[in-house]
């Protein structure tokens, strides 16, 4: 594992950081250009404007996501009747196609003819252009993302929820703390670590987002999805411009590095 884990990550990662470095043509030719592509992603007003919509579409899609898996955990861990095939159908989305479900999601919000717009005309309201609208696009396509990806924090959460001592619950009953104090001052404190571990996985895969924003909306409207992914592959694989591809990569991954150790500073702190 550790070969395989040098040969598909730390080679591949090492060699994007030595080619952000170069003007790298399709071609073959290349030129050591220093630090030129990182000192043209901030003059590229593109680059800032991607770099925003991920962080909104992060800011969104995070707590959106961490909260429908632990209610859903939380329901799951108290449910005694057909908790295997719940759990099972909740976690279904999870393994679907990122594509698939885009393509389903992006008829539920068609205009004319669309799931929910349809439901909406049935009460009186409507029609919304969800993903046509600067405002709504970016939201509506957290919601169907979140729809997708929840189902593994899911079942991470709810592992965290039946190891927490029963003892520990049961010391908090007895000295009359009500459901909700137990959750909040027992259960909570103790699912830290892996709150932690949902939180940071959840938000990689937010910084990341392409496949549901190139399926939808392509990048639309006026860029409002237009992700920092999504310029990465612009810049690698429209334009072929690869070392300027590979220096957005790299920022990419220190922008997800530095969201980590926040997380990990006010999340992941170990509970005495």
């Given amino acids: 594992m550790l070969v395989l884990f040098l040969v598909f990550r730390i080679g591949p990662t090492l060699g994007a950081a030595f080619l952000s470095l170069t003007d790298y043509r399709l071609s073959g030719d290349w030129a050591f250009v220093g630090a030129g592509n ?48 719940f759990r099972g159908l909740f976690f279904l989305p999870y393994v679907t196609s990122i594509v698939l479900a885009a393509v389903i999601w992006k008829w539920i919000y068609e205009v004319e003819d669309g799931l929910l717009n349809t439901a909406l005309g049935g009460l009186g309201l409507g029609p919304v252009d969800f993903l046509g609208s600067e405002s709504l696009v970016l939201p509506s396509i957290a919601a169907a993302s979140a729809w997708k990806g929840f189902g593994y924090s899911m079942l991470i959460l709810l592992a965290g929820l039946q190891s927490v001592p029963r003892e520990v619950t049961e ?58 992914v999504y310029f990465l ?13 590979c220096a957005v990569g790299l920022v990419l991954f220190l922008v997800v590095l530095v969201f980590s150790l926040i997380q990990r500073r006010l999340v992941g702190r170990e509970v005495d």
């Fill in 38 to 85: 990182y000192a043209r992603l901030l003059d590229d007003r593109l680059f800032w404007e991607a770099l925003g919509v991920t962080a909104l579409y992060t800011a969104l899609y995070v707590p959106m996501t961490v909260a429908l898996a632990l209610g859903t955990a939380v329901l799951l861990h108290r449910t005694l009747w057909l908790r295997g095939f």
């Fill in 171 to 228: 010391a908090a009953v007895i000295d009359g703390a009500n459901t909700w104090q137990r959750f909040r001052w027992v259960t909570l404190p103790l699912l830290r670590p892996v709150l932690f571990f949902v939180l940071v996985i959840e938000a990689i895969g937010a910084f990341q987002v392409f496949d549901a924003m190139y399926v939808m909306t392509a990048g639309g409207p006026v860029r409002a999805s237009y992700s920092l």
């Fill in 233 to 245: 592959y612009d810049a690698g694989f429209k334009f072929f411009d690869f070392g300027y591809a």
